[in-house]
């Protein structure tokens, strides 16, 4: 991958991966919403970028018009094999009606409400565990640390594979979706996930537990068992979807509190609007943009979309959108209107959200326990973007 | 106060069961209900006023009120 021409025009010729839009995708958003909301780009093929909450969120329910079966923000580079793999994709994240509506079945009841309050008292001890280790040291890097150790773990004892290979799942979920633009990494990604799962299926098969994995091979649809290859896409979705989101959530919002102390102070002080700041950060810094693909040529908000076309679904710009949030630019830790779109809108709202959420509020509640002050170390702060943005090195000092 | 929940637009988001568990009930697939006949106790309409206005998918609704 060479470098990337500049942008000049960022109207006509935006791109997701651009250093501008990694570090400081608001103003660009802020300025396409009032010039032109809904960019356009050839790079990585016609690309449409809405940047409106009301654009956004009516694509995303246009289900008739825009497919969900090319989801990845970066595509693939290279020709599809004669005979693919996962012939299903990811399901239900890459899957339309009919075939997104039961798998998606298959997998809610693991992220229900009264499921997820069960996983709570791990994720408390898991987080709990990696404070202990850097709570006596001056500072941390609260991403790498921190906020990357959590969901990987949390995922891992819901698939109920080992959580000592989290650092394995970590770099193939970034190989995957944060260096998508690099098809060797990416090809690394896929196959290290393809062939883990496939030996832990047959390992599964031969011993069932209670976990996610298990259930889905015992699953029987219309009287026959579900496709191994159905499964197979089921459980990397469950990885991919649940790992570098929500770490990304996590790792921004102490971003947030690390340079904003009278909201530190406050989220200290008041415990009792954790709920509601955990939604305003995950309306200012949604970490997650997925992609649709126009099914037949529309005009959309005076946009001539041709079959083929790809549609950043930007649920981040939306969350900024002034038409719908009062002073959009400043968390609110306790915003009382905030119909956020962090987790989707529409019948693909994010199968996980329950769990995100409890990751989020009970790894803000233990860090805050344990670190009240924390301030940045330097600004060596980098951030990852395309699919998630989210700080990937956080440096703290505490105190 | 009397709210109810449009069971057409919730996708699931159970932002109102996590601001008001008094006042909803969620099945396992997330999909939202009120409890009884959303008939909201005094002292909760602050809540109920909550759930409204944080639903994503605005299926939240207070019944009697403009548009409904």
């Known amino acids: 991958m060479g470098e990337a021409a500049p942008v000049t025009a960022w109207a006509s010729d935006f791109d997701v991966l651009a250093p501008q839009y990694l570090a400081d995708p608001f103003t660009i958003w802020d300025e396409l919403r009032t010039s032109c909301p809904i960019a356009h780009t050839e790079r990585r093929g016609s690309t449409w970028l809405p940047t409106r909450y009301e654009d956004v969120t009516a694509i995303a329910h246009d289900v008739d018009h825009f497919s969900s079966l090319q989801v990845a923000v970066i595509p693939f580079q290279g020709q599809a094999p004669a005979e693919p793999v996962l012939p299903y994709g990811l399901p239900p994240i890459s899957a339309d009606p009919p075939l997104h509506t039961w798998t998606r079945r298959l997998l809610l009841p693991w992220f229900s409400h009264r499921r997820v309050e069960g996983y709570e008292p791990m994720t408390r001890a898991l987080c709990s565990g990696l404070l202990d280790r850097v709570a006596g040291a001056g500072g941390a890097d609260a991403a790498t640390d921190y906020a990357q150790q959590i969901p990987v773990r949390v995922i891992a004892h819901i698939l109920g ?15 995957v979706l944060e260096f998508a633009d690099d098809p060797e990494r990416r090809r690394r990604g ?24 298990s259930e889905l091979l015992r699953t029987e649809v219309d009287g026959a068992p579900l496709d191994d290859r159905l499964v197979l896409g089921q459980a990397i979705l469950v990885l991919i979807a649940g790992v570098d989101t929500t770490w990304s959530a996590i790792g921004s919002s102490l971003w947030h509190l690390a340079t904003h102390a009278e909201d530190r102070r406050r989220l200290v002080e008041e415990p009792g609007i954790m709920d509601l700041a955990v939604e305003e950060l995950l309306r200012a810094y949604s970490p997650v943009t997925m992609a649709r693909v126009v099914r037949t040529d529309v005009e959309f908000g005076g946009c001539p979309m041709r079959a083929g076309d790809k549609v950043l679904m ?9 038409a719908i949030f009062e002073r959009p630019d400043t968390v609110v830790l306790d915003r009382a209107q905030n119909r956020h779109v962090a987790f989707g809108s529409g019948i693909h709202r994010c199968a996980g959200s329950n769990l995100a959420r409890m990751e989020l509020r009970v790894a803000l509640e233990e860090w805050l326990r344990r670190i009240p002050e924390f301030h940045l170390d330097s600004s060596d702060v980098t951030w990852a973007g395309g699919q998630v943005r989210g700080p ?3 440096p703290v000092v505490f105190g | 106060m009397r709210i109810r929940v449009d069971p057409d637009k919730c996708q699931g988001h159970a932002r109102c069961y996590a601001l008001a568990p008094e006042l909803f009930a969620i099945d396992d697939y ?3 209900t009120v409890v009884g006949d959303g008939t909201v106790p005094p002292g909760l309409e602050g809540r109920a006023r909550l759930a409204i206005d944080n639903c994503p998918e605005f299926a939240v609704q207070e019944v009697g009120a403009t548009g409904d």
């Open chain 1, 161 to 175: 594979v080992s959580p000592d290979l989290a650092d394995t799942f970590t770099g193939w979920v970034s190989d």
């Open chain 1, 190 to 213: 896929v196959q290290g996930l393809l062939q883990y799962f496939t030996t832990e299926m047959a390992a599964r098969r031969a011993t069932p537990g209670d976990d996610l994995l």
């Open chain 1, 314 to 322: 930007n649920f981040p710009a939306a969350n900024r959108d002034p």
């Open chain 1, 392 to 394: 990937r090195r956080l």
């Open chain 2, 30 to 32: 997330g999909l939202s």
